[in-house]
């Protein structure tokens, strides 16, 4: 077998390792930090098929990119989308130096219930599950009309399947700030890991988010009254900051764009589901790869594409809230990047 290939790196020298991908900008929910309630999803032709994405997926494998994760919108709601996670999953080990280390997904956990044994079948081992409350009541209020018993039910058949659940939750300011202390107590029983993330300024969504920010830093001090959290230097290749919950032997994560720039350590960049190249979450600028994909390029052409989009990656995101407009500082939604 030969070497893996060198990962690329950006201006300021760190590998890109990692490739979020979104798969389809389409939901079967509508959480409020998300998306707006009458959301305009984009038109067949501007999404790329699911060979195309197998292909700029292989580029970036051969650029040095050993994990990838599918994002949406829902990335399990996109017809025919285990075909795609087939594929991709018979690249993990692959020899030849053109191997993936890990194949992974973040999802609403809605189709799980009859995905997850096709999700593990294909070689994934852990899968991040958003779920921001367990109220059923406010489950249904964050995400406008979901019920949380599918979401439930797909978790436990993730589990089932042997694959590995992190739960993801936004914290929101009046919302579910009250809920840490049970998602911790509930995340122990259940095994899994918990990941609390500050909401970000991206698209608009008739919500004001100046009222749904909770800085983590006040969260993490109100959770050490019940909660001993002990340091780790626990990584899973994304901005986290993680820490072990003594009572219960699990890890607690924390995402910190507002309060702590995370961008030192920055590994990855976002590919949308129509092709474009996002180096930062936080930032504007992008590279067309739908563009250089559909005018014929051959792979030397497409590998240079996306080596010229990774010399401008830029240092770090500028998350800040408008407020003097009243509108975010990215104008996308995270729908569209894929988280």
């Given at each position: ?115 997850a044994p096709g999700l593990a079948a294909a070689g994934m081992r852990r899968i991040n599950v958003s779920l921001d409350t367990l109220d059923p009541a ?51 029983q259940q095994g899994f890991d918990l990941c609390l993330i500050e909401t970000m300024p991206m698209g608009e969504i008739s919500e004001d988010r100046t ?114 407009h009243d509108r975010p500082s990215v104008g996308r939604h995270m729908s569209m990047t894929g988280g």
């Amino acid at each position: 077998m030969s070497a893996m290939p060198a990962p690329m790196r950006d201006p300021f020298g760190r590998a890109i390792t990692y490739l979020r991908v979104s798969v389809t900008d389409r939901c079967d929910l509508r959480c409020v930090y998300c998306m707006a309630e009458e959301m305009h999803f984009l038109p067949k032709k501007d999404v790329l098929s699911l060979e195309e994405i197998e292909r700029l997926s292989a580029a970036f494998i051969a650029l040095g990119t050993r994990k990838i994760r599918l994002t949406g919108g829902e990335p399990l709601v996109r017809r025919d989308v285990m075909r795609l996670i087939e594929r991709l999953g018979a690249r993990l080990g692959a020899g030849e130096g053109r191997g993936l280390d890990e194949l992974t997904l973040t999802t609403n956990g809605t189709q799980l219930g009859r995905l997850a044994p096709g999700l593990a079948a294909a070689g994934m081992r852990r899968i991040n599950v958003s779920l921001d409350t367990l109220d059923p009541a406010k489950f249904t209020m964050m995400t406008r009309w979901g019920k949380i018993g599918p979401t439930l039910d797909g978790i436990a058949a993730a589990k089932a399947a042997g694959l590995a659940v992190k739960i993801n939750a936004v914290a929101m300011k009046g919302v579910n700030e009250d809920e840490f202390d049970d998602m911790i107590a509930w995340c122990g029983q259940q095994g899994f890991d918990l990941c609390l993330i500050e909401t970000m300024p991206m698209g608009e969504i008739s919500e004001d988010r100046t009222e749904q920010y909770l800085p983590l830093s006040l969260v993490r001090s109100r959770l050490r009254r019940r909660w001993t959290l002990d340091e780790t230097d626990y990584r899973t290749g994304g901005p986290a900051r993680y820490f072990v919950v003594r009572e219960t032997g699990r890890r607690i994560g924390f995402i910190t764009p507002m309060t702590h720039n995370f961008c030192e350590s920055c590994n990855r960049v976002r590919l949308t589901c129509t092709g474009t190249l996002y180096m930062c979450l936080g930032q504007d600028d992008q590279a067309d790869l739908r563009a250089v994909l559909r005018a014929g390029a051959d792979d030397a052409a497409l590998e240079a594409a996306i080596r010229e989009a990774i010399s401008r990656k830029p240092k770090g995101h500028d998350f800040i809230i408008d407020r003097r407009h009243d509108r975010p500082s990215v104008g996308r939604h995270m729908s569209m990047t894929g988280g």
